[in-house]
Structures are given as C-alpha cells and as structure tokens.
C-alpha cells in the first residue's frame, strides 16, 4: 500500500497523490459501496451511471483504474472497453455474472485486465485492483523482480528462483511465466498465453497449456495438485498469485 | 339463454375457424387438380391432396387435418378414379389407392402436431427460461450490494474493534452468501427441470475442477476441518468443468450442511482404469439404504432433518449434472449418524491425455 501512494505519474498527479478510480454501474447501491471501500483505503473515486458517460468523462481525466460493470443499460461492456482502450491503457476490472466465462473472455481479449463475479467483496475487488494498478507502476519505475510466494521471477536477468534458489527452465516455461509475471495478481486468459508462447496457430490449442501447465507447476509448486502460486481460473485462463513482500500471498 | 349461446360460440368459433381454413385449402387443391385434370391431361395426382392435410396438421392441429383428409377424398375419388366426374369406387386398385392415402394422412398428421407442440413446448422453455433469469437477476443485484457494503464495514475499523458489531456484519454477510447459495440452486434446479441440460464439453484437468469448487466453499465449510487429496497426473476428463465444478460444489455444500461442525470432510480424487473418482466424505448424519434409493430425486429430504433447512434439490441438481456428461453419482453411507461418502464417477479421456503428453515433451523448446 505505502508503494502505490508514491508519485509515479508527474504533472497532473502532482498536487495530490491519491489516486483515482472511475467505477461504472447503474445500480447506485454498488456505487456507494465501492465508494466507500476505496476511500477507506485512501482511493479517490468517480462515478458514471452509464457506458456514456464511463467513456466521456474517462477523456475528460485520466483516472488510473476503471471498474465497470458489463449489464450496462446503454451498450455494451465490450464497447466501453473498446472505446477507453482507443486512447488509454487504463487499467480495466470487469463485474460480471457467474457462468458467463465466454463473454469474460470477450471482454479480457478486449483489453481489459481483470474480473470479479457479482456478488463480490471489498477485499477480492480490492486485490484486483491493487494488482492491476502495480503492474502499471512497475512498468513505470522499471522494477524487475517480481515476487509471488517463494517464486520471483527477475525480469531483466531472465532468471527465475525458489525460495532463493535458481530454476532451470526451459525457454517456453520461461516465457509463459514472463507473461504471468507482467501480469501478475491479475487473470491472463488462454488465448493470451497461447498466442504469445506458441504463436496464434495455436490459440485454439488449450490442451498444449494445460499439459504444460501441470509440468510446470511440478517445478514451482509445493504440492502441484493444489497449486497456490500458478492458479487456474477455470474456463477463462491462468493466474499469478499476487503477492506483497509484507504479506505474502494473498487469497485469490 | 343468449349468453350461453355466446359462451358455446366463443369455444367452438376457433376450432371451427381452423376446420373452415382446412376445408378452403383442400377445395383449392381440388380446383387446381381439376384444372391439370380437365386441360392438361394429369391422372394420377392423388398425392396432391396430401398437401393440405400436412399444412393443417402444422397450421391447425390434429382435428383440421382429419378434416382435411376426410374431405380429400370426394374431390380425389370425382377428379382422379376412372370413371371420372362420377363417385363411384370400383376397381380394388382405388380402394387400395384410398386405403394408402387415408393412411398415410393419418400418419403424416400425428407426426407434424407432434412437431408443432414440440415447438409450443420450446417456446414455453424459453419463457420459463426467461422469467427465471429475471428473477434471480433481480434478487441478485440488492443481494450483491448487501454482501458487498458488509464485506466494507467488516474491514473498518470501528467495526472491527466492536465485537458485537462485527458478529452483526459477519451475520449480514454469511446470511448474504446463504442467499445468494439457494438463489444458484434454483438457477440450477431450472436448468435440469426444463430437461434440456446442454454440456459445453471440453477437456479438463480435474485438480483444476475441484480446487476451483474447493475455493468457492472454501469460506463457507470453514466450521469443518477440510482434508484434500488430488492423486498427481490424472487423466483429464471430458466435460463441461463449471458444471462438473457446480455439481461438486452441491456434494460438498451437502457434506457440510449434515455434519457437526469441526468434523472432518475429506475430498479425494484419484483415476482407475478409464475413470476418475471424486469421493466426499463427511461424519454426518449418513443416508439409511432407504433414503440412499430417494437421495437423487427432487424434493428428497431425509425425515430426520427437521432442524437443518433445505430444499432437497442439492443432490439431484448433482445426480443430473453429471448423468449429463457422462458420469455417475453413487452414494454409500454406513447407516444414519454413520457419515456418508458421495463418489463422483467420469470418464477419463485418458488416451488423448497420453497423447497430449508426448506431444509436448516432443515440441517442448
């Protein structure tokens, strides 16, 4: 928490350095308590009723996280993310309904970052966010090393270790923890993965993932049949527990 | 007197509206056949008045086609049987020849009002559908607000420092959850009942199912001492995982909700030869051989669970998921008090797994 209250972007953020968070819904009740749980935890928070004006007042500031929910009444969630991904790379975390995975999918290969399933809690949305808006301040600060549990993964030495020690892995491995590590505490969605590691011929290869998935959580995991570094999120793709030096893993 | 004449009217006007429409429709097939008839030198066009018998069973139902049918019969015998223009059947060829059609009428009729009510009843599906989506959204949304705004006071800290009040806010919450658990059973009971449960199947690593189902309840069967154990590299299966991970959630809520808490419940998944077994077992209350047989019909609640609420949907809402992608629920249990074991049996696609397997480690780097 005491990173994130750094000042990571000049100019406009300089007068304060609270960050800013634009959460869209129609239903007034979840507004106010994201509100209010964001503000609890120093967050300052903008609301929009509609896909309209999510996407209007998103060019009129730049806030630095949006949530949003995809039932909007007006349009689609796929074309507000769509729309804000346009022009900015604002982190997105999408409210959603359960047994929905396909249109979670849609929505993630549409640019946006994360989801949490309607009913929620403050804490799970919260560690959403919080994972989404490190991502950005690491690609801002250039911090390499990315620690989840006893795994950290060195970005600019392409090295990967375990509880101190070094793992030798191979090259595909490597990669697809890379990806995981870029995004971690965040979901990546299959195709994501397979398209960066295996290249798009083989998007529709989820198998390939899941094999590989097995073999390397044998290198990293303590038990791989209950894996709490490299987490499966059923039906939509893999993700990388997020992690606080402080606190170490966080539930997912 | 009028009134009751207006009643009869109002009751037989639609049904003899579609007996008209049926009766217009032959005669303007006999006009026609009649006009191939008489200018275009055509004999055998008998299969002509089939046509509208097929249109009024689809249009109109069963009663119009019989109707349809027995009048087809005057203009084909006057227009088509030698001699024509007269109403005489002689020849065992045309009485054969009628035998056939009225057969093959009667036939064609059933068939197409079996198709037209197969198609009311999708279409009663679909509403049903429809209004139970509607409502489970509009119970969920306040439920997500109430579980989300205790999920906040839960954290602040003059809640948090009253115990008290806490208990108040963990109340709202788990009561929340409790909710939102028996709103998914509908969902899921609607899902079975209109008995069209649609797998989307895929493979699936099953330590990938049950740890997500574990996850989900993990909070919830927080009162039990949970043991989990996954045998490593099972084959996967091929199935609809949310399905196979909601079914296992139904089996474990079920577990937890039967036994005292801080008893044990211990989850184990291991693969025999072409299958994959998924065993819960709980020290609870244990099923009697009877209620073992009703435990997967709907509505089946044991007599013994006055003091513990439910629907008695769990199990059959599990029995049908997995029946649906090919599996089997069988439940064994020692005797009332005696604790239960539910086993979950799915086939194993364990030679695409095989396969899978080799492949990588030949395209690995």
Redesign the interface.
Known sequence: MLAMTTDYKSGERAATNMLDILIVDD?A??R???R??FE?QGFAIHEAETGAAAIRDATLRAHDLIILDIGLPDIDGGQVVERVRGWSDVPIIILS???N?AEKVRLLELGADDYVV??????ELLARAKAALRRRQRAATGEPVVHAGPLSIDLATRTVSLNGERLSL???EYRLLQILAQHAGNVVTHQHLLREVWGAAHIDD???L???V??LRKKIEAD????KIL??E??VGYRLAQTSPESGLEP? | MDKWMLKAWEWLWPEMRKILSALLLVAIVSFAVFLLVHYGGVTRASVAFLLPVVIAAIRWGPVAAMAATITGVVPMVFLLYDPIYDLKVSDPQQVLDLGLYVFVAVVVSRLAAQLSEARVRAEANVLRQAVVDSVSHEL??????I???A??L???EPVANDRRLAGLVHGI?EE?ERL?REI?MLLDASRVSVDRIEPKK????P???I??AI?RRRRHISGHSLE?E????MP?VFVD??MI?QALVQIVDNAGKYSPSSSHIRVDARASNNHVTITVTDQGAGFTAEEIRGARERFFRGHRHTLVTGSGLGLWIANAFIAANNGVLTIESAGPGRGSTVIMTLPSAKE??DR??S??AR???
């Open positions: 239903e009740q979840i106010r308590f994201v209010a749980g609890l309904v359960r047994s995975e309607k009913p929620f809690g403050m804490a191979t090259p595909k989820p198998h390939y899941r094999i590989f097995r073999k791989p049949t209950q894996p987490a499966t059923l039906g997912t | 969920r949304t306040p439920l997500a607000s579980l989300g705004s999920t906040v839960d954290s602040a919450r929340a939102d998914q895929d493979l699936a690593d330590a990938d199912i740890n997500s996850v989990l996954i045998a490593e590299d996967f995982s949310a991970e695409t797994t899978l397997e492949a990588n395209n690995d780097d």
